[in-house]
Protein backbone atom coordinates (compact mmCIF):
# COMPACT_ATOMS: atom_id res chain seq x y z
CA UNK A 1 0.00 0.00 0.00
CA UNK A 2 2.91 2.55 0.59
CA UNK A 3 4.68 1.49 -2.27
CA UNK A 4 1.41 2.19 -4.49
CA UNK A 5 0.96 5.48 -2.29
CA UNK A 6 4.61 6.81 -3.00
CA UNK A 7 4.11 5.61 -7.01
CA UNK A 8 1.03 7.91 -7.17
CA UNK A 9 2.33 10.89 -5.19
CA UNK A 10 5.69 10.94 -7.31
CA UNK A 11 3.62 10.58 -10.82
CA UNK A 12 1.60 13.57 -9.45
CA UNK A 13 4.62 15.60 -8.67
CA UNK A 14 5.93 15.25 -11.43
CA UNK A 15 2.63 16.33 -13.53
CA UNK A 16 2.33 19.24 -11.66
CA UNK A 17 6.42 20.52 -12.41
CA UNK A 18 5.83 19.75 -16.12
CA UNK A 19 2.21 22.34 -15.87
CA UNK A 20 4.32 24.64 -13.56
CA UNK A 21 7.30 24.68 -16.44
CA UNK A 22 4.65 25.50 -19.22
CA UNK A 23 2.98 28.05 -17.84
CA UNK A 24 6.30 29.76 -16.88
CA UNK A 25 7.60 29.14 -20.17
CA UNK A 26 4.73 30.71 -22.45
CA UNK A 27 4.70 33.62 -19.88
CA UNK A 28 8.55 34.13 -21.22
CA UNK A 29 7.82 34.35 -24.40
CA UNK A 30 5.53 37.50 -24.91
CA UNK A 31 6.40 41.13 -23.53
CA UNK A 32 4.55 44.20 -23.67
CA UNK A 33 6.01 47.14 -23.08
CA UNK A 34 5.14 51.23 -22.92
CA UNK A 35 7.62 53.74 -24.82
CA UNK A 36 6.16 57.04 -24.58
CA UNK A 37 2.88 56.76 -26.56
CA UNK A 38 3.80 53.91 -27.86
CA UNK A 39 2.99 49.73 -27.14
CA UNK A 40 5.32 47.44 -28.22
CA UNK A 41 4.67 44.27 -28.33
CA UNK A 42 7.19 41.25 -28.57
CA UNK A 43 7.34 37.43 -28.88
CA UNK A 44 9.87 35.22 -30.84
CA UNK A 45 6.84 33.09 -31.96
CA UNK A 46 4.43 35.48 -32.66
CA UNK A 47 2.36 35.34 -35.71
CA UNK A 48 0.67 38.52 -36.05
CA UNK A 49 -0.52 41.29 -32.97
CA UNK A 50 -3.87 43.02 -33.58
CA UNK A 51 -5.25 46.19 -31.56
CA UNK A 52 -9.31 46.76 -31.13
CA UNK A 53 -10.83 49.29 -29.85
CA UNK A 54 -13.17 48.46 -26.49
CA UNK A 55 -16.14 48.32 -28.90
CA UNK A 56 -14.55 45.33 -30.76
CA UNK A 57 -13.67 48.26 -33.76
CA UNK A 58 -10.33 46.87 -35.17
CA UNK A 59 -7.75 49.76 -35.47
CA UNK A 60 -4.43 48.27 -36.27
CA UNK A 61 -3.03 44.99 -37.76
CA UNK A 62 1.11 43.77 -37.84
CA UNK A 63 2.97 40.88 -38.89
CA UNK A 64 5.64 39.57 -37.10
CA UNK A 65 7.83 38.80 -34.00
CA UNK A 66 7.49 42.66 -33.13
CA UNK A 67 4.61 45.51 -33.50
CA UNK A 68 4.41 49.05 -32.40
CA UNK A 69 1.17 50.68 -32.01
CA UNK A 70 1.06 54.29 -31.52
CA UNK A 71 -1.72 55.05 -29.40
CA UNK A 72 -3.70 57.97 -27.83
CA UNK A 73 -5.04 58.00 -24.29
CA UNK A 74 -7.78 55.37 -23.75
CA UNK A 75 -8.75 51.65 -23.29
CA UNK A 76 -8.04 49.02 -25.81
CA UNK A 77 -8.17 45.77 -26.21
CA UNK A 78 -5.11 43.48 -27.88
CA UNK A 79 -5.08 40.25 -29.01
CA UNK A 80 -2.01 38.11 -30.19
CA UNK A 81 -1.28 35.32 -31.85
CA UNK A 82 2.13 33.48 -30.37
CA UNK A 83 2.99 30.01 -31.35
CA UNK A 84 -0.46 29.06 -32.51
CA UNK A 85 -2.23 30.24 -29.41
CA UNK A 86 -4.60 33.74 -29.32
CA UNK A 87 -3.48 35.93 -26.15
CA UNK A 88 -5.53 38.65 -24.81
CA UNK A 89 -5.04 41.56 -22.77
CA UNK A 90 -6.94 45.11 -21.81
CA UNK A 91 -4.44 48.01 -22.35
CA UNK A 92 -5.30 51.20 -20.66
CA UNK A 93 -3.25 53.90 -22.04
CA UNK A 94 -3.55 57.25 -19.06
Sequence with gaps: MRRVFLTVATMVALVTGVFVADAAKSNDNFTI?????????SSTQMEEAK????QGKLLREKQGTVAEFELERGKYRLE??????TIQRRVELR
Aim: proline letters at 0%; charged letters at 15%.
Design 80 to 85: AVVGGQ
Design 51 to 54: IYSM
Design 33 to 41: RFRENTLVV
